[in-house]
């Protein structure tokens, strides 16, 4: 049995009996029967709730004339995200706010979970990093198609057709590859700073560590930042005029 975090364990016990069972309907056998949710998705389910729990109770508190401080929180971050949309998107960015905003937040949250004694930074474990970017893959996609249809197709041939049957598998590798990119990049940078702030809090608990822990605060924001820039990019071109 792997090591569970006490609110993995509170899924499991609740839960453990359904998620197998859905697992196995889906012929994916688990790696621990007993305990089927792992540490990670116990994570993820964890930072799911309190953002919904935040996002509902900052709706239910929004005033024009006396604005709270989590309210300046996230019109803050709103204007920063919609602010960057404008200038890379165009005029026609406002409608991808509402994806980029609570993407960044969940891998924020995500993010900086683990500093938290007796919790885990999902994004630390590569599935998590790998989900997120699918998710930014396929909205961007599907975002290309709605706002082209079936000329968006065209992006993947080049401006010449000529060269079309060589385009097409560049541009699919270059997509693809954008996943990749997505993936390892948050992964290895939360994965590194996870394990050197925890060996440094190991090997001396006092003093040393905060400025790791620093460190891994900022690497936290960078890469959260990062993400979603390379995704608001990604939104671009395929929602660009320049098919």
């Known amino acids: 049995m792997h090591e569970q975090l006490w609110f993995t364990a509170i899924l499991n016990h609740l839960f453990a009996s359904p998620v197998l069972g859905l697992l196995r309907v889906l012929h994916i056998e688990p790696k621990y029967p007993d305990a089927p949710i792992p540490n990670s998705v116990a994570m993820e389910v964890l930072v799911f709730v309190f953002l919904v729990l935040l996002f509902a109770m900052v709706r239910s508190r929004l005033s024009v004339d ?7 929180i996230f ?3 709103n204007g920063i995200v919609d ?3 404008s200038e890379i998107i165009g005029h026609h960015s ?4 509402a994806f980029l905003v609570p993407l960044g937040f969940f891998i924020l949250i995500c993010n900086l979970i683990g500093v938290i004694p007796g919790f885990e930074s999902p ?3 590569v599935v998590v990093p790998l989900g997120c970017a699918i998710s930014a893959f396929v909205y961007y996609q599907v975002q290309g198609f709605k706002h082209a249809g079936v000329a968006y197709l065209k992006h993947f041939a080049g401006p010449m057709p000529v060269l079309a049957l060589l385009m097409v598998p560049i541009e699919l590798i270059s997509h ?4 990749l990119s997505l993936t390892v990049r948050l992964y290895a940078n939360m994965f590194a700073g996870d394990l050197v702030t925890l060996a440094f809090f190991s090997l001396i608990p006092i003093g040393l560590p905060l400025l790791f822990l620093g460190l891994h605060l900022f690497v936290s ?4 930042y990062i993400f979603v820039l390379l995704t608001t990019v990604y ?4 929602v660009s005029e320049e098919h």
């Not at 406002?94 to 706010?97: C, S, V």
């Not at 693809?176 to 996943?179: D, E, L």
């Open 66 to 72: 006396r604005p709270g401080a989590l309210q300046h």
């Open 75 to 77: 019109e803050i971050a």
């Open 83 to 85: 602010g960057q949309s």
């Open 94 to 97: 406002e409608g991808f706010t």
């Open 123 to 125: 994004t630390a474990v």
């Open 176 to 179: 693809m590859a954008r996943v």
């Open 221 to 224: 924001l960078l890469q959260t």
């Open 235 to 238: 939104i671009a071109g395929a």
